[in-house]
């Protein structure tokens, strides 16, 4: 069974850091390509970061780009979102979800149930 | 950017047909997917590659996609099936969901 469980949300101060980590299981993590997805209290989905199985393709969303940093350690079958600079824009519910595709189309056939970052003073 | 625009919502009786528009600049051009919401749960996929239903959706999710438009039906809608439901593209090395649309069954 896939399991995507992430954890390290909490409260943090407008400009802080905060790391996020998703631990996989149920699936061979290194051959699989991982996003970050996140929704703001009571508003839609919006895509954070994507990475390739092999770190060698990164993907952000304009809205994040120069302060998140995505990552993976296989070996540990691990993802984690480096979050500097936060915003109170950035509180959101962040999922952890793992890709694929066919043809040119992409999708998210499993997430996590989501870690909470609030930025607030 | 790229956008897409979903109806905020859709009421359906139960039994009835509920049907979810998508609209996107050339959608049909891509490959379109359905993601299902319900309060205090994660997303669930439950159609890809425009029409097809991944294991343990129930055959009464269909979905197509043509022209500027992809469209997520619901036949013979059950009270378990409301909840908020988010399409989805890939364009130009970025995922778009679409605005989510709140489905209700009276």
């Known amino acids: 069974e896939v399991q995507l469980v992430e954890s390290g949300g909490g409260l943090v101060q407008p400009g802080g850091s905060l790391r996020l980590s998703c631990a996989a299981s149920g699936f061979t993590f290194s051959s699989y390509s991982m996003n970050w997805v996140r929704q703001a209290p009571g508003k839609g989905l919006e895509w954070v970061s994507y990475?390739?199985?092999?770190?060698?393709?990164?993907y952000y969303a304009d809205s994040v780009k120069g302060r998140f940093t995505i990552s993976r350690d296989n070996a540990k079958n691990s993802l984690y979102l480096q979050m500097n600079s936060l915003r109170a824009e950035d509180t959101a519910v962040y999922y952890c979800?793992?890709?694929?595709?066919?043809?040119?189309?992409?999708?998210?056939?499993?997430w996590g149930q989501g870690t909470l970052v609030t930025v607030s003073s | 950017s790229y956008e897409l625009t979903q109806p905020p919502s859709v009421s359906v009786s139960p039994g009835q047909t509920a049907s979810i528009t998508c609209s996107g600049d050339k959608l049909g051009d891509k490959y379109a997917c359905w993601y299902q919401q319900k309060p205090g749960q994660s997303p669930v996929l439950v159609i890809y590659q425009d029409s097809k239903r991944p294991s343990g959706i129930p055959e009464r999710f269909s979905g197509s996609n043509s022209g500027n438009t992809a469209t997520l039906t619901i036949s013979g809608t059950q009270a378990m099936d409301e909840a908020d439901y988010y399409c989805q593209a890939w364009d130009s090395s970025a995922y778009v969901f679409g605005t989510g649309t709140k489905v209700t069954v009276l």
């Open positions: 979800a793992r890709d694929s595709y066919y043809g040119s189309g992409r999708y998210f056939d499993y």
């Open positions: 990475i390739s199985s092999s770190s060698s393709t990164i």
